[in-house]
């Protein structure tokens, strides 16, 4: 009991057997803290014992962790622009910038290899301020080439989106590069907001004073919660691709798309619909 209130403990416990696990106590550490990281993967208030193979795991993400520390410094990350369009009058809106790591020997790494890696090791925190202001030193040079009204859309992890300067960073950015918040947008995903309530409310309350435009990203392919959308003060949904892609697959599958359209329009959201890449779902839409 600790000032009054009952605390529980609980214990994840790796095991590490002398002498085939490790020949002094630095070795037998090492490895009963591998064993331990595993129970706890598994669920916690576990045991497990050290394998062999829990070093080759624990290796390997160790020097992915290594050279993606290494890519940080070296700048080998890079964004790469998908462009938004009005549907009704084909205006080019603005655009989403996706992160790319350009890895020197394996080439191009997909994003959904490094950005859990870059989450889970909090790296995210070095990149997210480059991320910021490389995409708005962009928007600028593609205000000259397309127009003055040109969005920019951010995508803000989990992690960034539980950072109380979150909204400072991003104000930094808005004045250093002469940007209108409205000219912003902050893609976030189901499972960023549902990781705290009372946090996601805070945060979307001063990114909403900020002046910025908030969107659900991946709509509908997380654990989407209907009920939070009341809640929760946002702007757009992002209908992910998949559903998009469904078009003109099933009639049952358009249904889905369908009901998530009637549901932004009765919110009274705006939709953007990712991945569009034929005319019959363009026209579809
Ligand atoms: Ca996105
Ligand atoms: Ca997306």
Not at 155 to 164: A, H, I, K, L, R
Not at 249 to 264: P, Y
Request: with cysteine.
């Amino acid at each position: 009991t600790l000032d009054g209130v009952d605390v529980t403990l609980g214990a994840s416990v790796g095991i590490a057997c002398f002498p085939e696990c490790g020949q002094n106590v630095e070795g037998l550490l090492r490895s009963a803290d591998m064993a331990m990281y595993e129970a706890k993967r598994a669920g916690r208030q576990q045991y497990r014992f050290f394998s062999p193979e829990m070093n080759g795991r624990a290796r390997s993400r160790l020097m992915l962790e290594e050279s993606l520390r290494h890519a940080i410094e070296n700048d080998d990350f890079v964004l790469v622009y998908q462009p938004q369009f009005e549907l009704a009058s084909g205006r080019l809106r603005g655009f989403e910038a996706l992160l790319r790591w350009q890895h020197r020997v394996a080439g191009t790494v997909a994003p959904n290899v490094f950005i859990p890696l870059l989450e889970e090791t909090r790296l995210i925190n070095r990149l997210g301020e480059w991320i910021f202001r490389e995409g708005a030193r962009q928007l600028a040079e593609f205000k000259q080439q397309f127009g003055e009204d040109m969005v920019l859309s951010l995508n803000v992890s989990p992690v960034q989106f539980g950072m109380p300067q979150l909204v400072t960073d991003l104000q930094r950015v808005l004045d250093s590069h002469g940007l209108k918040p409205s000219q912003l947008e902050v893609e976030v995903t189901e499972s960023a907001l549902m990781q705290d309530l009372e946090l996601t409310q805070a945060q979307l309350r001063h990114l909403r004073e900020l002046g910025v435009k908030i969107a659900i990203d991946d709509f509908g392919t997380g654990h989407s919660s209907l009920g939070y959308l009341r809640q929760f003060n946002v702007d757009f949904l992002k209908i992910d691709q998949s559903f998009v892609a469904m078009i003109g697959a099933d009639v049952l599958s358009r249904h889905i798309l369908d009901s998530i359209i009637e549901l932004s329009v009765k919110l009274n959201l705006d939709i953007v619909a990712e991945g569009v890449e034929t005319e019959e779902q363009s026209d579809y839409l």
